[in-house]
């Protein structure tokens, strides 16, 4: 997967952050059927939350200091915990920087279609 650009997921595109998490990321789990989030939908669903932040604090026009709520501070916290324990230790480019041919520009991602997949036939049967 190339690292690039695109047209999609600007700032002011709910509809395609809000489709990052079916059913709110959750899954249900055990005869009780607890609700569960995978971590990759936690971390898509606080990275939109602090997006969401950005937006209605760029919305609202002013310059005053503003408390991030409690939920955006977990947002925040929750991100840098994963970062530092699941860190990709792979070498980015610095923009602006030259930067040899020898270094590889692709990344090896893992196959995140079959999680969306269970995810949304584990929400068809238990989400409440």
């Not at 005869?31 to 936690?42: A, C, G, I, K, R």
């Not at 196959?111 to 036939?121: D, G």
């Amino acid at each position: 997967m190339f690292v690039e650009d695109t047209v999609h997921f600007q700032m002011d595109a709910d509809l395609e952050w809000d489709s990052l998490t079916p059913g709110d990321g959750l899954i249900y789990l055990g005869d009780d059927h607890q609700p569960f989030t995978p971590s990759m939908f936690h971390q898509l669903r606080c990275l939109n939350i602090i997006r969401k932040a950005i937006v209605d604090l760029e919305a609202s026009g002013t310059n005053d200091t503003v408390q991030p709520t409690d939920l955006e501070h977990h947002c925040v916290n929750y991100l840098r915990h994963m970062v530092l324990c699941r860190g990709d230790l792979a070498l980015d480019r610095v923009l602006g920087k030259p930067f040899p041919d020898v270094f590889p520009d692709t990344y090896q991602c893992k196959e995140w279609s079959v999680v969306y997949h269970e995810v949304e036939k584990n929400q068809r049967m238990y989400a409440p």
